[in-house]
């Protein structure tokens, strides 16, 4: 079935419709142009939301980032910038594939309908123009035709009349006969009209209208299809980003999962943990005995190492919060020896002390290496004079035996302080035990100890007298990281997930395994947070 020949007389209504596609066409476009608008402003919304909660560079967030739940939240903000980036590409890709396409084709839409109309309206106007052709033709055969009647009447009349003479009657005659004549050849004009008439008008219904109703058919049809690629086409533009947006949302969840509570209290023992023991109590001061009240000062049950820590104090009862509600006591304002960390809690300047002596090492391990390499150089110059004069090496070889010797002194002054940080007898003991709700033992880092253990061994690397022969220990296996881990605590080593490290101490039942990777960087991470396999 087709218009031209079912619709064949529905002129005015194929106009309307093809009109009401095209309307809808325009709708359409208006519409996905909306949408787009409706997901970038979605996008830039989202966008200002992550930065706005985003940590500023250097602020106390951004050093908060070592706690899990911390960094899970900035994960979440990226993973949402991520998902915003493809909210973003939801509009472009609309806007390219739909709006611009469809506003393209309709406009040729509306060229090709309104080429056909115009071919209608000139058939329509091409048949009008013959029946009114054929109209003017009928009426003067018609009115021809009466007056030649009326001639032939008069001539009989005349040709009757006794009175009229033969020149009245004749002439009557003539008359009447050319009256005739002129209605004849009307009447064959008429004829040969309405003939012209009768083949354009079947030309106009059965060949003309119905081509061009077809053509309108099949434009339409195309229209329809166009439309329903871009009803398809709108669906299809946001499933094309869902694997990445799933991607965004697997992100968020794993941030979630990432979260490690236990972590997060470990972490924040290590960075904060003061190595203080908790004030004695209070001696009873007989003034009735005379006591010297300047006596009372050494009742006080304070920590005895550290008392230029707590000298502020003397006077008054140690508080566990001060007026900035803190966990620290308040420090003295005094000359701060930075050099060697006395300014610093007694654990938190162990574990600087101790990472001090790590970066000390590593530099005394290089010149020792060069001093080495150029030995050989200089034994290779002396047996090969021609490949160079060995006196040239003595400048570098004197600077880096001063080198050595220097990194020595540091080395063993700093090896002197940490010593005397962790052996200052009772009055600073390092905790040896982490309590839960319910007093139970929990080790919980590398430097969970057994009461009769120094702290200073148990924790930090010891350090042969004769420091130049000392190597790295040999891996005894390797591991891989299940999840990405900070390593913002001393003592402790960041990791990215899925990077092998090898394994230079095994857990010793404290969670914590110590590992090293290809570069000689070393420190603990949560055994919990790789898989270990130890060689055989």
Not at 235 to 247: F, H, S, Y
Not at 322 to 345: A, C, I, Q, R, Y
Request: charge should be negative.
């Amino acid at each position: 079935m087709d218009w031209g020949t079912e619709l064949w007389d529905q002129y005015d209504i194929l106009d309307k419709h093809t009109q009401s596609g095209l309307d809808l066409v325009e709708k359409y476009v208006k519409f996905v142009k909306e949408r787009t608008e409706i997901e970038q402003n979605y996008a830039k919304q989202l966008r200002n939301l992550t930065k706005k909660y985003s940590p500023k560079r250097g602020s106390k967030e951004e050093q908060e980032c070592r706690f899990s739940n911390h960094q899970a939240f900035l994960d979440i903000l990226n993973e949402m910038n991520d998902y915003a980036g493809q909210r973003e590409l939801i509009a472009e890709n609309m806007m390219i594939n739909i709006c611009i396409e469809l506003t393209k084709y309709l406009q040729e839409l509306k060229q090709e309908r309104k080429m056909h109309l115009s071919d209608a309206k000139k058939a329509q106007q091409s048949l009008e123009g013959t029946y009114k052709q054929l109209d003017n033709s009928k009426k003067r055969f018609e009115r021809e035709w009466r007056e030649a009647e009326k001639a032939t009447q008069y001539a009989d009349k005349t040709d009757q009349d006794l009175n009229a003479t033969k020149a009245d009657v004749e002439k009557a005659k003539q008359q009447a006969h050319m009256r005739t004549h002129i209605a004849e050849e009307c009447k064959n004009d008429y004829a040969a009209q309405l003939q012209k008439y009768n083949k354009e008008q079947n030309q106009f219904y059965f060949t003309d209208m119905p081509l061009i109703f077809n053509k309108l058919q099949d434009m339409d049809e195309q229209r329809i299809k166009k439309m329903s690629q871009g009803y398809i086409l709108f669906a299809d533009t946001e499933r094309q980003v869902m694997p990445i947006i799933g991607k965004c949302l697997e992100g968020i969840t794993r941030a979630g999962t990432n979260v490690n509570e236990r972590n997060d209290s470990v972490v924040l023992i290590e960075q904060h943990k003061s190595g203080f023991e908790r004030p004695g109590d209070l001696e009873f001061e007989d003034y009735s005995q005379g006591i010297n009240r300047a006596s009372s000062d050494s009742s006080l049950g304070t920590p005895k190492g550290p008392l230029e820590l707590l000298s502020k104090n003397r006077n008054k009862t140690f508080r566990l919060f001060n007026k900035k509600s803190k966990f620290t006591p308040e420090k003295p304002k005094m000359p701060v020896d930075t050099e060697g960390f006395t300014h610093l809690p007694p654990e938190q300047r162990r574990k600087r002390l101790q990472q001090k002596i790590d970066d000390i090492s590593k530099e005394l391990q290089k010149e020792m290496d060069q001093s080495e390499a150029l030995g050989k150089m200089k034994d290779v110059y002396e047996k090969n004079p021609q490949m160079g004069d060995p006196a040239s090496l003595a400048p570098q070889i004197t600077q880096t035996a001063q080198n050595m010797e220097r990194l020595r002194g540091d080395l063993n002054k700093y090896e002197s302080w940490l010593s005397e940080a962790g052996g200052r007898g009772d009055s600073i003991r390092y905790s040896t035990h982490s309590l839960n709700n319910n007093g139970a033992h929990n080790p919980c880092s590398p430097g969970a100890l057994s009461d009769d253990t120094d702290p200073s061994h148990a924790i930090y690397t010891e350090f042969d007298d004769d420091f130049e022969e000392e190597e790295l220990a040999t891996p005894i296996g390797q591991c891989t990281a299940l999840y990405n881990f900070p390593g913002s605590s001393e003592g402790t080593i960041s990791m990215q997930e899925g990077e092998v490290l090898s394994v230079v101490e095994e857990d010793k039942g404290d969670g914590w395994t110590r590992v090293r990777r290809n570069n000689g960087d070393e420190g603990y991470i949560p055994t919990s947070y790789a898989t270990i396999t130890l060689n055989k």
